[in-house]
């Protein structure tokens, strides 16, 4: 509703805008304080025009504003004997006109912003020890972790892929693909999929289950799959092709080494467009190499690319000849868009340079990112976030948070 300043019928034409406040007794005040100071302009005009009888006269009736202070004026106060119709008819356009109060307009104005809880250290000490009476808010660390769930867990309109793909095997493309579909499954909303495309026998499941529930489970891969696709018309039925590792859902690779190499492109299009309807995000576990029959499709369909390298001179520079290589053969975007990881799956050497490795790749990529050495990584069997040290979820994080980034 609009606030109706005092005398505001007494008013000249050029009178200024109406006063905003924030509360009513800001406006109650600011409503004082204008009357006061059009009482007085008025009592000079008066006392020049009419002399001291008048003066007297407005005198008292200033006397008697300044008894009630807090009183809000209306409309129907002002003194009839001193309007003239164009004041008047100014007045009633000043408050017809006046903007609505902020604290009407936007009621949480009342209600102060209340501090993000601190978790752990010493700040997340000192709130659970006050029972939070002292917020000191979170750290810079916890300020960052926040900001990379949040990158994580942006909600898309549509479907998305990203190939994960290297020249060289046994550098941790495999459990990028498990870490990262696991950490996109544990921010996001909606599970994501990670699909097996490994030619050679590929390993994603084991990897994300354990060896040992994964043979105890009904074999389903991709090829079974493909031979039922076209009967696939909900994800229900999807399912039945399908494996879980918490929200992570995946899709095996072929074991049959007659059959595994059999993947063409046509078919894994296929595949990729029926995940698309059921899944926002899909992790495309490729073969070693970028040169077997699924590559062009995996490729065709891909939004960004994970280039999986390792701390050494020959990983490294297979990672650099990957991106050369997509670069000139049509796949110029991918390849500046690309993300390359290193793990240190090894615990190389002191002797290797890992800056100038890093030096080396960082500046044909959109981003490089280092997965430390961690035995729940290199042991090269299962996968799982509990286990994993903190700098290694960090990294996941990060390569989670950069794959969303390509895709918004």
């Known amino acids: 509703m609009p606030i109706i300043t005092p005398n505001d019928s007494d008013a000249p034409?050029?009178?200024?805008?109406?006063?905003?406040?924030?509360?009513?007794?800001?406006?109650?005040?600011?409503?004082?304080?204008?009357?006061?100071?059009?009482?007085?302009?008025?009592?000079?005009?008066?006392?020049?025009?009419?002399?001291?009888?008048?003066?007297?006269?407005d005198s008292a009736v200033g006397d008697a504003s300044r008894e009630e202070p807090r009183r809000i004026p209306t409309a129907a106060a002002p003194a009839a004997a001193d309007v003239?119709?164009?004041?008047?008819?100014?007045?009633?356009?000043?408050?017809?006109?006046?903007?609505?109060?902020?604290?009407?307009s936007s009621p949480g104005s009342f209600v102060r912003e209340q501090k993000p809880r601190p978790i752990g250290g010493f700040r997340g000490m000192?709130?659970?020890?006050?029972?939070?009476?002292?917020n000191l808010g979170p750290s810079a660390k916890q300020r960052e972790e926040d900001d990379l769930a949040r990158r994580i867990s942006r909600q898309l309109q549509g479907s998305y892929n990203t190939a994960v793909l290297s020249l060289k095997g046994g550098i941790g493309k495999t459990s990028t693909t498990v870490g990262v579909g696991l950490t996109l499954a544990e921010f996001r909303g909606d599970p994501p999929?990670?699909?097996?495309?490994?030619?050679?026998?590929g390993d994603l499941v084991e990897r994300a289950l354990g060896e040992g529930i994964y043979q105890k489970?009904?074999?389903?891969?991709?090829?079974?799959?493909?031979?039922?696709?076209?009967?696939?018309?909900?994800?229900?039925?999807?399912?039945?092709?399908m494996h879980h590792a918490?929200?992570?859902?995946?899709i095996a690779g072929?074991?049959?080494?007659?059959?595994?190499?059999?993947?063409?492109?046509?078919?894994?299009?296929?595949?990729?467009?029926?995940?698309?309807?059921?899944?926002?995000?899909?992790?495309?576990?490729?073969?070693?190499?970028v040169t077997h029959n699924a590559m062009s499709g995996i490729l065709q369909s891909a939004d960004n690319l994970i280039i999986a390298?390792?701390?050494?001179?020959?990983?490294?520079?297979?990672?650099?000849?990957?991106?050369?290589?997509?670069?000139?053969?049509?796949y110029e975007e991918l390849a500046r868009n690309a993300i390359v990881v290193i793990t240190d799956k090894d615990e190389v050497s002191s002797r290797v340079d890992k800056n100038a490795i890093e030096e080396h790749l960082s500046g044909i990529c959109r981003q490089l990112i280092a997965v430390p050495h961690d035995r729940g990584v290199a042991d090269g069997d299962l996968v799982t976030l509990d286990v994993l040290r903190p700098d290694t979820r960090r990294a996941y994080k990060e390569i989670a948070a950069a794959i969303v980034d390509g895709y918004v």
């Open 13 to 57: 034409a050029s009178t200024s805008a109406p006063l905003q406040s924030r509360s009513w007794a800001e406006a109650a005040a600011a409503a004082d304080a204008s009357a006061a100071m059009v009482a007085g302009s008025e009592d000079a005009a008066r006392e020049d025009s009419a002399g001291g009888d008048s003066a007297r006269g």
């Open 84 to 104: 003239t119709p164009a004041a008047s008819r100014a007045g009633r356009a000043a408050a017809a006109n006046a903007p609505i109060s902020d604290f009407i």
């Open 126 to 134: 000192l709130y659970k020890l006050t029972g939070g009476a002292w």
């Open 193 to 201: 999929c990670a699909i097996d495309a490994n030619p050679d026998s």
């Open 217 to 241: 489970a009904t074999p389903r891969t991709i090829t079974d799959l493909l031979k039922n696709v076209d009967n696939v018309d909900s994800l229900t039925a999807l399912a039945r092709y």
């Open 246 to 250: 918490g929200r992570l859902h995946l």
């Open 254 to 289: 072929e074991q049959d080494p007659e059959v595994s190499d059999s993947l063409t492109a046509e078919e894994y299009l296929r595949i990729r467009e029926l995940i698309s309807g059921y899944y926002s995000i899909a992790l495309t576990d490729c073969g070693t190499g």
């Open 309 to 330: 390298a390792g701390y050494a001179v020959s990983g490294a520079k297979r990672a650099r000849s990957t991106l050369q290589w997509l670069a000139g053969h049509g």
